[in-house]
């Protein structure tokens, strides 16, 4: 399996509503990243989890909460969003946070909207 | 901070001609990576560079890599419409503050391939 998977591919959520965004990787990687990607933008970091621990945290509003059940599952638990968090949230992985090792694979994307 | 930028931010190439995208960053840094994304898409790997010098190609697709000017440059050889994409270039800050690394997008360079 070479690929990261994404769920849901879109999701339309109220100001109020709680959701959760899941992301998976079979490839064996041990690093897992969140990005957020605006229309014409390049992709924003939002968070790191290397080996199952949260690395690197872009100051992200705590509205977005990261958790890593697993070296192989990620996800991004979302409450309270605004209108400005409509984008699309990637999630990539790669065999290792540094070194050589670390092109990053992308899985599909989860294209949100907030209402 | 490690800033990375592409020029030009849009390129309406010609069928058949050839035409080449800059990539310059402004830090210490001896891995860059070219994506390609698709309207409404995920990103897709194209080149990985892990050294100074180096020189990969796929199709009518070469990117280089001057770690000394801190420049990639993606070569496109006789365009044609089904490369008709945006591409980034992403950067590794390696933060020497033993986090794990962070890739730095560049801003993206939308090209339109018209006959």
């Known amino acids: 399996d070479t690929e990261v998977t994404q769920t849901p591919k879109h999701l339309v959520m109220g100001m109020t509503n709680k959701k959760s965004l899941k992301c998976e990787q079979h490839?064996?990687?041990?690093?897992m990243y969140w990005y957020k990607q605006k229309a014409k933008k390049p992709p924003e970091l939002m968070f790191v989890?290397?080996?199952?621990?949260?690395?690197i945290n872009e100051s992200v509003p705590s509205r977005f909460s990261p958790e890593c059940p697993n070296s192989s599952l990620l996800n991004l638990h979302l409450h309270a969003l605004q209108p400005e968090d409509s984008a699309l949230y990637l999630c990539?992985?790669?065999?290792?946070?540094?070194?050589?090792?670390?092109?990053?694979?992308f899985g599909p994307g989860t294209r949100l909207t907030v209402t | 901070e490690l800033k990375v930028e592409q020029n030009p931010l849009f390129l309406s190439m010609q069928e058949g001609k050839n035409y080449t995208i800059y990539c310059n960053y402004s830090?210490?840094?001896?891995?860059l990576y070219w994506y390609r994304q698709d309207p409404g898409k995920s990103l897709e790997s194209l080149f990985v560079?892990?050294?100074?010098?180096a020189v990969k190609q796929e199709g009518r697709l070469m990117a280089s890599l001057d770690t000394k000017a801190r420049l990639s440059t993606l070569h496109i050889t006789a365009a044609v419409h089904d490369l008709s994409a945006t591409y980034f270039c992403?950067?590794?800050?390696?933060?020497?503050?033993?986090?794990?690394?962070?890739?730095?997008f560049g801003t993206g360079t939308r090209l339109q391939v018209t006959l």
């Open positions: 989890y290397s080996y199952e621990k949260l690395s």
């Open positions: 490839m064996g990687h041990r690093a």
């Open positions: 560079l892990l050294s100074n010098g």
């Open positions: 830090t210490t840094s001896d891995r």
């Open positions: 992403a950067v590794v800050d390696d933060l020497n503050t033993g986090t794990a690394s962070k890739l730095t």
């Open positions: 990539a992985s790669s065999p290792s946070d540094f070194g050589s090792s670390y092109e990053q694979y």
